[in-house]
């Protein structure tokens, strides 16, 4: 749909297989890009009319824009950094913007839809004299239970109360250079699809009271590091969001983690294995510098299981008690074995502190066929 030309401009400078990345330096980051693209042609198919942005904050590597840019409507942003980034590599592309605490150049940024999250931000850009499109951000008071983050339901600092969307509404109502389409919710993340269309139900029951006929329902769907197979249900999510679309209304979503979480591994070889007060310890190249998911999220990162054997916590180079991939995972491993990390296509490099301690960087791969 977007980037068309780009797609075909340069994928990869050198197909690989999924093997002969094994010949170049370890640790290193291998994105499967026919994966993502059966993955995103997958869930395209699922949304029927539902619009689709990618929220680049995921993973913002442009080999994996350029294979979802063709089956997404556009980007969703949360910087100028971002945006900048975006307008490089996709120059057409419909972009979104959001995100609390804006500067001024973010705020008056040229951008398709800027997703409003204050009365605060509001009053700046009325004073500004700049056009824009917006949504209002909403945080609806709404019990929001098994999520792995909450944005929304309560008191945070994401989006506005239904008292601030009526001062936004009654400050926009006097002028026409900012022009209002509609709500954007994005209230929670780790939802599975039967929650997440409970939670429409309610965004949409809401921005129907303001009349609103665009609504982004934001992003979020749930992903299982504890069960990798245990995918959001997209056909069930895009039949009850077109069971509760009504003709004249725009639903959009904005997916990042599950989107490319699948396509990445990180692979890195064993260099160390010891034992301590009884404990088995594998110690890798790299570690959560490249791939903080399983700090952040206090999970044991998922990973190729080869031969089986004693539990063996696999820990990387860093001198810090947290730098743990997994622990107690029965599987055998010596110095020299490699190790595949599954589910580290999305927050997993751009979110992790590369410089502690200045080890080597990883290299990266991308899977053409
Ligand atoms: C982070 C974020 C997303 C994407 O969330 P995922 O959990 O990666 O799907 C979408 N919209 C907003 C406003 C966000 O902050």
Known sequence: MIGENAVTATVAAQPQTSESF????????VYDLVELGAHVRDIRAALGDVELYYAVKANPDPELMRTLAPHVDGFEVASGGELAHVREHFPHAPIALGGPGKTDAELFGDVTRLHVESPGELRRLLASGHSADVLLRVN?????????????GGATPFGMDPAGIAECVALLET??????????????S?????RML????????????????????GGGMAVSYA?????????AYGKGLAALRRPGETLRI??????????????TRVIDVKRVHGELFAVVAGGTHHIRTPATKGHDQPLVMTKAGEPITIVGQLCTPKDIL??????????????????AGAYAWNISHHDFLMHQKPSFHYLTR
């Open 22 to 29: 094994l010949a170049g330096p370890l640790p290193a980051y």
């Open 227 to 235: 069960d990798p197979d245990d995918r959001f249900d997209w056909a």
């Open 198 to 217: 409970e939670l429409a139900a309610a965004v949409l029951d809401y921005a129907r009271t303001l009349g609103a006929t665009e609504i982004n329902l």
């Open 190 to 194: 780790g939802l599975d699809a039967p």
């Open 254 to 267: 904005e997916p990042g983690r599950s989107l490319t979480v699948y396509c990445g591994r990180y692979v």
């Open 175 to 188: 002028q026409s250079a900012v022009r209002l389409h509609g709500v954007h919710a994005h209230l929670a």
């Open 140 to 152: 609806l008071d709404i019990p929001i239970e098994g999520a792995s983050l909450a944005m929304g």
């Open 326 to 343: 997994a622990r107690r995972v029965p599987i055998a491993l010596k110095p020299g074995d490699l190790v595949e990390f599954t589910m």
